[in-house]
């Protein structure tokens, strides 16, 4: 066998190998192409499963706040109604007047003096029966409690409609503290009756967040908070920051927490209340959203009587990534 032919033999070995080579990276690159898509269209569907997950909690909360809410919303339509239907006789008042002194001015004009006399009367008369100083000032008075009474309608709907609102990717910058102020308003009706509220707000710093979800957390734990209270209690919220988190504690004065469950209060369709009472998902989605926020959320008992809550937000979520892109460029 001649040299040239060993090498043409060699040579075409060579090139087997290779694009038996080449074409097992094909179908390989081509296996991990479809498992790289698989688990793409995986996790796609599990983030939207989870979206999905939030939003039926959120809509779940909206159907228990819901007769509160609308007992809220009562209040002020029903003192605006009383103070419209008020001022609604004010007003017959105040154009019996005017009438009057309209047709006196008619009666000067013509000098007519008996019927002067007449009108002048007249006037005293509706003068006396109607005590139109008293309706001057008490009408004003009912304009302004139900331009309130509007204000606390408005309040409520827009808290009530940001909470339900699907949120995006964008956070905003938020206060704490007002969040809280403004959560405590939505869910009054569940708490007022149960349990006297004392806030102990410390001085802390503005933070990015997903405002509806964060609201939905405190939700959820605000109103486990009432809930656990039997009869007259109180639920004090804190917040307060150190150089990395701000931190937000709701303790109440209940019975307390079982030890034996306090590591299974985050767990899925976990629940302490009676069957029908909750979907044993709040505390779930509640974890879920603080641990999207980078933060942690504990329960634990406190050493004298009921539990505690505590939400840890790192402070770091306050500079979205163009400050901290800049932070970086300085």
């Known amino acids: 066998m001649s040299k040239e032919q060993d090498y043409k033999r060699a040579y075409e070995r060579q090139r087997a190998a290779r694009e038996k080579a080449e074409s097992l990276l094909e179908d390989r690159s081509r296996e991990l192409y479809d498992a790289n898509e698989t688990l793409k269209s995986a996790y796609d569907e599990l983030n939207e499963q989870k979206n999905q997950l939030v939003q039926q909690e959120k809509l779940a909360s909206i159907g228990l706040l819901a007769a509160g809410v609308a007992h809220e919303i009562n209040n002020p339509v029903g003192f605006v109604k009383s103070n419209l239907q008020t001022l609604e006789d004010y007003t017959a008042s105040y154009t019996a007047a005017f009438l009057a002194y309209r047709k006196l001015v008619e009666a000067v004009r013509d000098l007519g003096g008996a019927d002067v006399q007449e009108q002048i009367s007249k006037i005293d008369e509706i003068l006396a029966t109607s005590n139109l100083e008293y309706i001057a ?58 349990c006297e509220v004392v806030k102990e707000f410390g001085d802390i710093p503005d933070i990015y967040v997903w405002q509806g979800q964060l609201r939905q957390v405190f939700v959820n734990v605000i109103v486990n908070g009432a809930q656990a209270i039997e009869s007259q209690g109180t639920l004090t919220i804190k917040t307060r920051s150190d150089a990395d988190y701000i931190h937000i504690e709701f303790s109440d004065d209940g019975p307390g927490i079982d030890e034996e469950v306090v590591s299974k209060l985050f767990d899925p369709f976990f629940t302490t209340k009676d069957v029908g009472s909750g979907t044993g998902l709040g505390l779930y989605v509640s974890h879920g959203i ?31 990534r163009r400050e901290r892109r800049e932070s970086q460029e300085i």
């Open 137 to 194: 000032k008490d009408g004003v008075d009912c304009i302004h409690e139900s331009l309130s009474g509007i204000a606390r309608i408005e309040e409520i709907i827009v808290n009530l409609s940001d909470f339900a609102r699907t949120e995006g990717d964008n956070r905003v910058l938020c206060n704490i503290n007002q969040l809280i102020d403004n959560t405590l308003k939505l869910v009054w009706n569940e708490v007022k009756y149960k």
């Open 290 to 320: 603080v641990t999207k926020h980078h933060g942690l959320i504990t329960a634990k008992n406190n050493p004298t009587k009921g539990a505690c809550f505590t939400i840890s937000l790192p402070i770091e979520m306050r500079k979205n």
